[in-house]
């Protein structure tokens, strides 16, 4: 694990234009500025999806075709501090389903602190969480025959790139049966004026975020980045709809990491760019469906439509 993040750290500051993979945000101190991300007032994306569920709950579960006789897994892909989640549980353990849940994601941590939220809140619950990222889990899909509901919230899909998300939607679609379902939750395309702040939030929390990469690097492979020249630069058009967050050298310097041995060289205003976060519309979500076996058969939005929760089977 720490190996592969090691590798991907050379390889990403070895390339033109120099890059590091978003995933490796979620460490401890990652995390907690993840949740105060969401806690935001310009970070509309987690508000949006908790309006849906918690106001659409009993939509939600018509639409996943949920049954109260037949036992199912409730599979989360990046599941966080499951927040929006909790309310769909909630319902679900009030109506007696009968159901396991499996929260997905990178970080331990995460899965620790929902593990034990979920526990003390919810205590019928079951829950197992997996640790991995979306591609290595999805080999474990395949193992379970029981019918699976899989929720994929959050925008988490945004962080993959075009050619990543295709490859990603069909091996899941080749993952699951015809009875299973997929919830995935996409920030819808719109103004500027309403993304670009999302990722530049004034109290600079969304700064701290994508500086703690370089912090992790510092701390795990003994580097020396020295960030306070380093500069947050996130980017946003709606004509593309794709928010990028990079983080810019204010002067040329050479930064040495440790443990591989090396140095890079960075020119004053090169940048690395450290996220993607595609926004989507029914167009752009159908683009990457039609190469797949899935299909959208219904969806769920928030009151000021900035988010929608999008329905799929095969
Ligand atoms: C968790 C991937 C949905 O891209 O909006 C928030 C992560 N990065 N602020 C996103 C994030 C900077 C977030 N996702």
Known sequence: M????LNDVDKGLSNTP????????????????????????????????????????QNLIETLKLRKDTFFELIELGAGDGTKTKQLLKA????????????????????????????SELPNINTTPKQGDYFNVLSSLKQSNHPK??????????????????????????SLQANDKLCI???????????????????????????NLLERINKEFDANFDIDTFKHQPEYTEDEGIAR??????????????????????MEGERIHTETSRKYNDAILNGFLKKTSLKVIDKLMDSNQYFADYILNK
């Open 92 to 119: 679900l353990d009030t109506a007696n389903y009968n159901f396991n849940y499996v929260p997905i994601d990178i970080s331990q941590n995460a899965l620790d602190q929902l593990k034990s939220s979920i526990n």
């Open 2 to 5: 720490n190996n592969t993040f």
């Open 185 to 211: 939750g996409l920030d819808l395309i719109k103004s500027e004026k309403i993304v670009l702040p999302a990722y530049n939030d004034s109290q600079g929390i969304t700064r701290r975020f994508n500086l």
């Open 18 to 57: 120099k890059y590091l993979l978003s995933k490796y945000f979620y460490d401890k101190i990652g995390d907690a500025l993840f949740v105060d991300i969401m806690n935001m007032p310009e970070y509309y994306l987690t508000r949006a999806e908790f309006d849906i569920f918690k106001n659409q709950t």
């Open 149 to 174: 509901v899989i929720l994929f919230l959050g925008s988490n899909i945004g962080n993959l790139n075009d050619i990543l998300a295709q490859d990603f939607l069909t091996k899941l679609a080749d």
């Open 245 to 266: 967050s990079y983080l810019v050298s204010t002067k040329s310097q050479t930064v040495t990491i440790k443990a591989l041995n090396k140095s890079f060289h960075f």
